[in-house]
């Protein structure tokens, strides 16, 4: 298992260019870890040109399966309510 | 010099007027022009009016015409001295920080700058309501507003916001304006047969992009929309013509003018929001 801090990857870039570098550091991970942990800690916002670049290329590539090696930590209820909104209709 | 003469805040007159005063200038090829607000009232503007006009006088600057506002009017004083709006093409400011707290004074919308607004409006927000609120949302929807303006736009930086909020009813106006190509027209760059009704339309649908840029997927105005609270309006007025959502809610009509570049103006009703609660996890086993 292991933890990917989202926070540290929005520090100084922009939200496209986190989002790639999020995909990047789970497709690195994908093969050899049971799961990946996303730290939301100290995250407010998540928009969608993030989760385009992120979360929506990995279920492109690789489908919305995929996902169930990722999990989401410190997350707040209205972040969760985003995310599942958004799986469900880029899926 | 031409006077450009604005005596009515119905937000169908005041735009037309934007439009005609934007040709007028472009065709009159005068050296100065005075902005005048004869019969109305400071109280009776909103958001739509600050920025649709901040986008006029940004795109008459540029013709290097020199620009006056009537300060004999209540409402031309009201921007000089309380909104600053000198600072702007004068002082060649982006943002000016003003006193009135109910008010996130205009901001130039640039494409270096559209992650630093998200986070001043969510400075804004911090210190104005020392609440457990989770507003995430309002920033979250400043966020995609403005990256839609630098994505799709074309509007060589002549955009503004302009937040208002209203302490009685707690609910947040907000306001975004370009001068650029319009959604129909940029819709229309996949579909081309598209009227600017079904643009419209079409714009607001999950997953229709233009793909301007490679992280675009449809999901922005989506997002804006599901930010604005279900008894409030989205208006988004774009080319020739309006769309209106409500809830589920979405009606279109055709406008008597076109409006060359695109105004998006919504509403957050705060009590609608909860106080902020973190879950332990989310995970993707429903899948």
Redesign the interface.
Known sequence: MCTINISYILKDS???TA?AKLYDMIIAKYDTEDSITLDLIDV??????F???SI?KLITDKG??A??K???????????A??????A??S | MATLTFNSTNKDIWLSKIMDYKNCVHNEDCENVVLTFPNIEVKDLSPVHIVTLACLIEHISRFDVNIKVDRQTAVGNYLYLTLKFKEYWAGGQDHSHIEDENILNLWRLKEEQKELYGDEVANYLKSKFKSDKDLSAVKLSITEAFYNVCDHANANKNAFSFIQFDPDKQILQIAVCDFGIGIGNSVRTVLPDASDEEALRKAIEPRFTVKSRMHNSGMGLDSIRGSSTEDQNMLILSNGAFLMTKGDSVRTKNLDFEFRGTLVYYKINLNHYDAAETLETLDFDYL
């Not at chain 1, 985003?82 to 799986?87: F, L, P, Q, S, T």
Request: avoid cysteine.
């Open positions: 922009d939200y496209p989002g407010d916002a998540l928009p969608s040109m989760l385009n670049t929506g919305k399966m996902l169930k990722i999990r989401f930590t410190n997350i707040t209820k209205s972040q969760a985003r995310i599942k909104d958004y799986v209709k880029v």
